[in-house]
């Protein structure tokens, strides 16, 4: 498991999201060009223009020509090319070469083909390949923005417990909710176990499952208050109503291993961010043994990067 990534998740769910999302795509997006091959299409298509070119040139019995005559000529053989997936963006290219509407009177036309020749490798040489490749990044940046914006980005709104990100649409109002199987240990939001034992306090990392049953008997209370809400529904009726219906899911009452392990890896960067309350290890007991990986470890000496790579730059 990559326990950099939990606590990424941890400090900004949208925006880890919102990162991983842009690392798919793009990783996607350089599939897309390999398979396409780009540069080697475009390297076909000038060829064939050359190539029409010099053709004309060697076909033409006239010293003297019109411009129209090599945009006919071109568009002629241009259909008869044997690389079918070349013939409309020769077409296309002659076309765009010479307008309709532009019939200039060509004087000498071995001088004109061989002008036009060079003109042509000059540009394919110095732009062509850097003005499509230009132009394909603009189409993707905007089809990836759209897609994450219009289709994946979701509501923002995250469970007032386990800070797991609600599955509604985005800026939908009330009712949110999340997938059962996206719930994390409440501790991953900073949320404490506190209770008083005698005149002292105590807090220790909120390991409860938000869909147990238990969970929901327990008493609840906001850190900043002192008094304690008998138990989670009346919790969520004063402070978080748009999280109603908020049932409990026997279904979901156990903790998996997978979170187990997620916060016996995570828990020295995580109490250095999001549950800085906790000073002391307070693993339960058995865990260390079950679950530590030394070599996997997430510590707060790894947040500064952990920080920066999350921040670092615009993620889409």
């Excluded at 049932?247 to 291993?257: L, S, T, V």
């Excluded at 510590?299 to 790579?309: A, C, G, L, N, V």
Aim: some cysteine.
């Amino acid at each position: 498991s990559n326990y950099r990534n939990v606590v990424m998740y941890c400090i900004d769910v949208n925006r880890f999201l919102q990162k991983e999302f842009n690392n798919r795509f793009d990783q996607e997006k350089r599939k897309l060009l390999d398979e396409v091959k780009l540069e080697s299409a475009i390297g076909k298509l000038y060829s064939t223009v050359l190539t029409l070119a010099k053709e004309w040139a060697e076909s033409s019995s006239l010293k003297a020509a019109h411009c129209k005559d090599f945009r006919d000529y071109a568009a002629e053989r241009a259909l008869q090319i044997a690389d079918v997936e070349l013939q409309d963006d020769a077409i296309a290219t002659c076309s765009a070469r010479f307008p309709k509407e532009t019939d200039f009177g060509i004087n000498d036309v071995n001088n004109f083909v061989e002008a036009f020749r060079a003109a042509l490798r000059r540009t394919q040489k110095n732009t062509a390949n850097d003005l499509i490749n230009r132009k394909l990044a603009e189409e993707l940046k905007e089809e990836k923005e759209d897609l994450w914006e219009n289709y994946l980005e979701g509501c923002s709104a995250r469970c007032p417990l386990c800070g797991a990100k609600c599955e509604g649409i985005k800026d939908h109002e009330g009712e949110h909710k999340v997938n059962p199987k996206h719930h994390v240990f409440p501790v991953f939001k900073g949320t404490l176990d506190t209770r008083e034992n005698g005149s002292v306090v105590v807090s220790r990392p909120c390991l409860k499952i938000c869909l147990d049953i238990k969970t929901h008997k327990t008493p609840w209370r906001r850190h900043e208050d002192e008094q304690y809400c008998k138990d989670l529904k009346t919790y969520l009726e004063k402070y978080y109503k748009d999280w109603l219906p908020f049932n409990p899911d026997p279904a979901y009452a156990e903790a998996p291993i997978v979170l187990k392990r997620a916060w016996t890896n995570c828990q020295k960067a995580l109490r250095a961010t999001v549950a800085k309350s906790l000073k002391d290890d307070d693993l339960p007991p058995g865990w260390h043994d079950a679950y530590f990986d030394k070599d996997k470890e997430v510590t707060e000496d790894d947040i500064e990067e952990i920080q920066r790579e999350l921040y670092s730059d615009d993620p889409l």
